[in-house]
T-cell receptor, first 112, second 113 residues
Framework: SQQGEEDPQALSIQEGENATMNCSYK?????LQWYRQNSGRGLVHLIL?????REKHSGRLRVTLDTSKKSSSLLITASRAADTASYFC????????????FGQGTTLQVKP | DAGVIQSPRHEVTEMGQEVTLRCKPI?????LFWYRQTMMRGLELLIY????????DSGMPEDRFSAKMPNASFSTLKIQPSEPRDSAVYFC???????????FGPGTRLTVL
């Protein structure tokens, strides 16, 4: 079964707007990671947030983690057409096996 | 570094044929992962290796699937015999450690007719 579930499944915005994607998970985690996948390509790591962290930033990306609610959000500010991709959250369970469980992803379309 | 290298990029085969997918991880990475991605099931972990040793193969769908890592720079995923339901994109990823990001290859798109 999927550990992470992204919401929404699809998101369409205009260039310059902010995009927020959410991820919920079921079990305790060691860390949570966000990846991007452009159509027909492999996944690219965006950001890793550990279970004892609440917020991380990387450029235009902001990730929050709420372990009490078992949820995370990815915010992309000032979106660009090049941000059009699918975004996945992946969790590494607290047993620290290194096994990442991926959600089904959010498809983001940024219109120029 | 060239990143994770996978070959072939595309494979079309007929049901019953043997398929071998290849992966070269990033040098120095101790962990190698094989994933399968389909529209229906999303991205699934099939198996992963640590220092060339298979650690968890619980995601391998059935005995038709096997994976090997004979050395630190090469791994194969074999399907024998292949079936149409094996059609998917297969990704290889490597990581320097358990608690690190994973670096994905470009994937192999497999079509079994």
């Amino acid at each position: 079964s999927q550990q992470g579930e992204e919401d929404p499944q699809a998101l369409s915005i205009q260039e310059g707007e902010n995009a927020t994607m959410n991820c919920s998970y079921k079990t305790s985690i060691n860390n949570l990671q966000w990846y991007r996948q452009n159509s027909g390509r492999g996944l690219v790591h965006l950001i890793l947030i550990r279970s004892n962290e609440r917020e991380k930033h990387s450029g235009r990306l902001r990730v929050t983690l709420d372990t009490s609610k078992k949820s995370s959000s990815l915010l992309i500010t000032a979106s660009r057409a090049a941000d059009t991709a699918s975004y996945f959250c992946a969790t590494d369970r607290s047993s620290n096996t290194g096994k990442l469980i991926f959600g089904q992803g959010t498809t983001l379309q940024v219109k120029p | 570094d060239a990143g994770v290298i996978q070959s072939p990029r595309h494979e079309v085969t007929e049901m019953g044929q043997e398929v071998t997918l290849r992966c070269k991880p990033i040098s120095g990475h101790d962990y190698l992962f094989w994933y399968r991605q389909t529209m229906m099931r999303g991205l699934e972990l099939l198996i992963y290796f640590n220092n060339n040793v298979p650690i968890d193969d619980s995601g391998m769908p059935e005995d038709r699937f096997s994976a090997k890592m004979p050395n630190a720079s090469f791994s194969t995923l074999k399907i024998q015999p292949s079936e149409p339901r094996d059609s998917a994109v297969y990704f290889c990823a490597s990581s320097p450690g358990l608690d690190n990001e994973q670096f994905f290859g470009p994937g192999t798109r497999l079509t079994v007719l």
